[in-house]
């Protein structure tokens, strides 16, 4: 799992259900666009929205519909344990290499003692070698997140099965004290803003939500820092084609741009607490044009 | 719904799962000890560490063992909707009056417009006129709350079905707002040491973590001012007893005083993220001697 990986968002019918045909047509042109992979019911996918049984059940009609299984990173993440370990149990048998686990993020002020044992007894729990698990780190949603200090620990007492993290802070100071903290860790930005950054730390990517609009020109900067060329002016160009959604709900923005992209009206469909943008914003994020609509 | 309701603590097995013959021990106890209602799976009650199912599975045993399904309030708040109303309709099939719910809590930042639509959903896929939804309102934990804006919305929409509230906010002043703002509402405060304040100012009573270990002193504060009497020394008493568990982390503390009170190690589990107390901490509390231990 490396390079431009898109936190894939969620295609919904007008009754608020997983679309799978539209869900898997994006996940394929997310592909051919250059995704190296699929960071499908993250945040962006509106995972905790899902019930755990909708969740499964979509992403094995992804897989059924042909998305290949090893490109897919699966978002397990829940507060209960139990729910952590039936999503991850599933996620590894339709195929995935490796799933993106939030820590439990109801409780608040919790210890990293209490979230070490919540991993330890998700991995036990799990108990397949299989098992490649990401760290979920995106405290401005979660509130919760994971210490320098956790991931270490992790880290001794599961090596090879803590396997590597999203970061999410919005941070790069952090996100490069990561890289370096932890090279035995596979890092992904949170933002392709930070994706040529990351890259040059030796990090392995970003996993965002941007990418569902802009894989080619995120690609396009991975693939230029792999041939030792200076990517550093379409980095620039990808950071500055990022900003239509500025100022806007991300998620929403997103659902938004493949509506005008696609014509299809499900893509306005949000589950609450998440709203359709209004019309004034729909209009202004609509009109602009990224460089490959 | 009115009076004293304990946020019902659940006892759990070495394994981490639900004991039910303590469980239910522990309701009967409350009832005997006064409590008018039993508001499981809350906060304290480690509700969202627990699956759907688990949650479901409990309540059903422990009217099965005998406790009365109407005075249960049963927590029903989720972030994915289809969970939120497959609580809420078991809820009401196990024969509970009310439910307590909270808001979808992952996203935060999210609009006053989409927590109405969640709930509108949410009552309009229950479908079910026995429905009598208690708002909980918790921003300490859930982050995102309930505005008095959106209280009056979803009164105006859904008179006699949006039924009360438990405030845990932790603010006497907007406790005494609702109150007399919304008197078609039945007001509960979070803490028993609002319980007098909340019934001069209109409000049914609490629903408090504490209760758990002071049912009978709040029971005594409710009766006394029911009957007219001067209730302003029993309140003192309870508050003070309260403190018992100031500076340490509620939900470990309570199990700790119920570990000490009934001799039973079981008490002492806990889902992560949530840990006992540490030994020192678990001394001091299990030391101090509650009225009615």
């Not at 992904?188 to 040059?200: C, I, P, Q, V, Y």
Request: proline content about 6%; glycine content about 10%.
């Amino acid at each position: 799992m490396k390079g431009v990986v898109a936190a894939v968002l969620t295609p919904m019918r007008a009754d608020l259900s997983v679309d799978r045909a539209a869900f898997a047509a994006h996940c394929r042109r997310l592909l051919d666009e250059g995704a190296h992979g699929l960071g499908i019911f993250g945040t962006t996918g509106e995972a905790n929205s899902l019930s755990v049984g909708e969740r499964i059940e979509a992403w094995e009609a992804l897989v059924a519909d042909g998305v290949p299984a090893d490109v897919l990173l699966p978002g397990t993440g829940a507060c209960a344990l139990p729910d952590a370990v039936k999503l991850t149990q599933e996620a590894l048998a339709v195929g995935a290499r490796a799933v993106l686990a939030l820590p439990p993020f109801y409780y608040k002020g919790v210890s990293d003692d209490g979230l070490f044992r919540f991993f330890a007894e998700l991995i036990e729990r799990v108990g397949d070698e299989r098992l490649r698990l990401f760290l979920y780190h995106i405290p401005p949603m979660a509130q919760v997140g994971f210490s320098p200090a956790l991931i270490a620990r992790l880290l001794d007492a599961y090596p090879g099965t803590v396997a590597g993290t999203k970061d999410s802070e919005g941070d790069p100071a952090r996100v490069e004290r990561i890289c370096r903290e932890f090279p035995q860790l596979t890092v992904f930005a949170g933002s392709e803003a930070l994706l040529l950054d990351t890259l040059r730390w030796g990090g392995a990517g970003c996993i965002s939500a941007t990418v569902n609009v802009l894989a080619r020109e995120a690609r396009a900067v991975y693939d230029a820092f792999q041939a030792g060329e200076d990517a550093t002016a379409l980095q620039a160009e990808l950071t500055q084609a990022r900003r239509v959604v500025e100022g806007q709900p991300l998620i929403p923005a997103l659902k938004a741009i493949m509506r005008a992209r696609t014509g299809d009206d499900g893509w306005l469909n949000l589950r609450p607490p998440l709203e359709p943008l209004g019309e004034h914003a729909f209009a202004s994020v609509s009109r602009v044009t990224l460089p490959n609509m």
